[in-house]
């Protein structure tokens, strides 16, 4: 079963109009009513947002703006050693500011001259026929909550850190934005609920959650994997497997835990030729074929 549901905190409307994020109890943030408030606020932004016009601002806190400076820092350490040529070249392009958290609106003007991509916000879980279905016209939907500053190194949901330093830093370089535009193609492409499914999986063993060999080494350009302080320290003893469309599409996988099951690209060249080949030209009948192989 498909789970990335249990991924992102829910997002619920009261009658009297009020926006609610319900975090678990298990949420870093859980008992802290301030940082409660504020991702209701955040959220509300995003809910009241109407296409077509400037993503409204979300007026960061000192605090906010502190957590992304440790872990911009951190991660881009981590990133000189762990991230592909690819991704570190992206990173030098975009410019993203290292000590304050970028506004939505920014992101998209920095990439849209680069590759010509453009940031939606998003409450919560957006749907995944949206969520992929945008990318084939250059839209990202992304979060714009910061994690809670008690734990700047974790995070149990995607926060703006995931969606900007992990997935804007890639959307910068024209080889892995076509790739994310080929994704949305094929979702737009198949009719299918499992052909959708199948697809968002590819993406989340590649685009998510990808490594492949560069530079001698296995190196990360998934966007789970590089923004992610604890993980990207890990990937290297992970259960590492080729490169495999009925593997990657029928896996199972816990997004509550490390990912333990990796796929990795001999080159980037090769991820294009079999991920972006796919996604380039699969329809229903081709997902079907490939679902029949893996049983
Ligand atoms: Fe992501």
Redesign the pocket.
């Known amino acids: 079963m498909f789970e990335e549901a249990q991924y992102f905190a829910p997002v619920a409307t009261r009658d009297d109009g009020t926006v609610e994020v319900e975090l678990a109890a298990g949420h870093p943030g859980f008992a802290d009513p301030v940082y409660r408030a504020r991702r209701n606020a955040i959220a509300a932004l995003a809910l009241g947002y109407v296409p077509g016009t400037p993503i409204p601002t979300a007026e960061y806190t000192d605090q906010e703006h502190e957590v992304w400076r440790i872990v911009s820092r951190e991660l881009a350490i981590k990133h000189r050693k762990y991230a592909t040529a690819e991704y570190l070249e992206a990173t030098e392009r975009l410019g993203l500011p290292g000590e304050r958290i970028p506004q939505l609106q920014e992101v998209g003007d920095l990439l849209e001259p680069l590759t010509g991509f453009r940031y939606l916000p998003a409450a919560g879980l957006v749907p995944l026929r949206d969520f992929y279905g945008v990318l084939a016209d250059g839209f990202f939907h992304s979060t714009q909550y910061i994690r809670h500053h008690s734990t700047p190194l974790y995070t149990p949901e ?1 926060d703006v850190i ?2 900007v330093i ?2 804007a830093n890639a959307l910068a370089s024209d080889r892995y934005a076509r790739l994310y535009r080929l994704a949305g193609n094929a979702a737009r492409r198949v009719e299918s609920e499992q052909a959708l499914e199948f697809i968002s999986k590819v993406f989340w063993f590649t685009l ?1 959650f990808g490594v492949m060999s560069d530079q001698g080494e296995l190196r990360a350009y998934g ?2 994997i590089l923004s992610s302080y604890g993980e990207i320290e890990e990937f290297r003893g992970m259960d590492i497997r080729p490169l495999d469309l009925v593997a990657m599409g029928t896996t199972e996988y816990d997004i509550t835990k490390y990912q333990d099951v990796l796929f990795r690209a001999d080159s980037l060249e090769h991820l294009e030729d079999v991920v972006g080949g796919f996604w380039a030209e699969c329809d229903d009948e081709t997902v079907s074929r490939l679902t029949a192989q893996a049983r």
């Open positions: 995607p995931h969606e992990g997935h998510e966007a789970g």
